[in-house]
């Protein structure tokens, strides 16, 4: 398995950022408007994305995005071991395809470049 996105979502954003700046040796871009205006940062060959919520509704979350080659039959394969669609597949142009399920209470994402 291999991370491709690690999504946090806080109404912190800028304090988030800079305390994983601090700590890790990164620096985090301007708002990426594609991501939801996550600012990124590169991980070992993956992305992480801070950024606030889209709606008022919309809880603060951390959601790892797990690569895979086919995110139609890995969304199929989710819901029928139990997984709720709370997002279907769709294409971010420049950055790939993603999908998120809720299974177990926890949130779980699927990209496919």
């Known amino acids: 398995m ?3 996105y690690l999504e946090i979502v ?9 305390a ?3 700590a890790n040796g990164v620096q985090f871009g301007a708002p990426d408007a594609g991501l ?8 070992l060959e ?20 797990w ?13 029928e071991a139990g997984g709720e669609v709370a997002h279907p597949p769709m294409e971010i142009p420049g950055h790939g ?8 209470g926890i949130h779980h994402g699927l990209w496919q470049l």
């Open 2 to 4: 291999q991370i491709h």
């Open 10 to 18: 806080t109404k912190e954003v800028d304090a988030v950022c800079a």
């Open 20 to 22: 994983y700046a601090v």
């Open 36 to 43: 939801g205006n996550a600012r990124t940062a590169a991980l």
């Open 46 to 65: 993956a992305a992480g994305g801070v950024r606030a919520p889209m709606h008022e509704s919309e809880e603060p979350v951390v959601r790892p995005y």
């Open 67 to 79: 690569l895979v080659d086919d995110i139609e039959a890995a969304v199929a394969a989710a819901v």
């Open 97 to 104: 395809t993603f999908a998120i399920y809720i299974q177990g």
